[in-house]
T-cell receptor
Framework: EAGVAQSPRYKIIEKRQSVAFWCNPI?????LYWYQQILGQGPKLLIQ????????DSQLPKDRFSAERLKGVDSTLKIQPAKLEDSAVYLC??????????????FGPGTRLTVL | GNSVTQMEGPVTLSEEAFLTINCTYT??????LFWYVQYPGEGLQLLLK?????DKGSNKGFEATYRKETTSFHLEKGSVQVSDSAVYFC??????????FGDGTTLTVKP
């Protein structure tokens, strides 16, 4: 079974530029998560989708971050414009369903973003 | 809101030593609890989980027991190996699949 795919793996941009990350979850997984992991910290949830609907985006800085999951499969996360403090690893994870809270999350390799 | 607190690291042990990494949580309702591990150069992966009070999760010689009375889920292993060197994250999943992670504990095992 293929795992969660993310691209690009690394990205370096200057502040005020825009950037987009892509995630392809495990086939059939209804729930998709985007996390921000700053060096030395644990993953912080940015947004959670169930199929193509948003379940939780309470910690997403909506003035600069946006995410979508068209057709309930792939997802993109965008930052526009980027700030220095956005430097982090952006993780995508998927899980089979939201109907209970027992399911583990399957993580992609992450995208390491450096904002100069 | 929900929160997870892990013991601060890093932790350095000699091979075959006993390991404990403390984890406590705050949550409403009845969350599931997880330990994830990140080996050097790899992504996060599930180590073990427990879905209700008094459940014990175990895998690869690691164990953790869901203690509702102390809101804890401490990770233990009786004899660590060099290959256990990694970053360990305690996490919970609450209502509607909302997940919260601790800040991670880095374990280094020396031969």
């Amino acid at each position: 079974e293929a795992g969660v795919a993310q691209s690009p793996r690394y990205k370096i941009i200057e502040k005020r530029q825009s950037v987009a990350f892509w995630c392809n979850p495990i086939s059939g997984h209804a729930t998709l998560y985007w996390y921000q992991q700053i060096l030395g910290q644990g993953p912080k949830l940015l947004i959670q989708f169930q199929n193509n609907g948003v379940v939780d985006d309470s910690q997403l800085p909506k003035d600069r971050f946006s995410a979508e999951r068209l057709k309930g499969v792939d997802s993109t996360l965008k930052i526009q414009p980027a700030k220095l403090e956005d430097s982090a690893v952006y993780l995508c994870a998927s899980s089979p369903t939201l109907t209970d809270n027992h399911n583990e999350q399957f993580f992609g390799p992450g995208t390491r973003l450096t904002v100069l | 809101g929900n929160s997870v607190t892990q013991m601060e690291g890093p932790v350095t042990l000699s091979e075959e030593a006993f390991l404990t990494i403390n984890c406590t949580y705050t949550a409403t309702g009845y969350p599931s609890l997880f330990w994830y591990v990140q080996y050097p150069g790899e992504g996060l992966q599930l180590l073990l989980k427990a879905t209700k009070a008094d459940d014990k999760g175990s895998n690869k010689g690691f164990e953790a027991t869901y203690r509702k009375e102390t809101t804890s889920f401490h990770l233990e292993k009786g004899s660590v190996q060099v290959s256990d060197s990694a970053v360990y994250f305690c996490a919970l999943m609450g209502n509607a699949g909302k997940s919260t992670f601790g800040d991670g504990t880095t374990l280094t095992v020396k031969p």
